[in-house]
């Protein structure tokens, strides 16, 4: 593939995206495929030595606030008609709660999720807390109940350093996860809701 057939294929994927950002990436790529080709790689070496135009795409899209791709998908491509306007004013009390409600919805998803993150670790805080305490009332005792005291606040402490690693891949796991929604978010706004 040669810098033309490149650079073409780059702006064809980064077809959803604001005409000027288009440009600079498209400058941006043109200008690293010329500098290679001063350093004396041939023009096709200097092309396949930046990777596939579909991941780079993706990491441009990635890269590009998701408020700058909203903009950039509902800015009118022209003006609206009389009719039009008539119907979005008569349909806002349809249109309005609805688009509501679908925010709420997806507010509520989102605090569940980092609400059971929390949860968990609350859980793990209060297992230590019961488990240094067990240790401190241990002494307050005699006889078999030290040993008692002892070896259920140990117990307690070891769930807690256990339940410490479950607690961080379940925030790794829900940031991933969540990083994964908008990255699905980001490509359904540039492509249009043609599946990537």
Known sequence: MNKTQFLAAL???????????I???IDF???MIDDRVEEGASEEEAVASLGSVREIAAGIIAETPLVKLVRARVKPQRRLRGGEIALLILGAP?????LIAALAVIFAVYVSVFSIVISVGAVDVALFAC????????FTYSGALIFFFIGAALVLLGCAIFLVYGVRALFCVTLVWGKAILRGIKSFLVKGGKTV
Request: hydrophobic share 40%; no cysteine.
């Open 11 to 21: 702006r064809k994927e980064l077809a959803g995206l604001p005409q000027e950002d």
């Open 23 to 25: 440009e600079q990436s």
């Open 29 to 31: 790529y043109g200008e």
């Open 94 to 98: 349809l249109w309005i709660p609805l």
């Open 131 to 138: 488990g240094l305490g067990g240790i401190l009332i241990a």
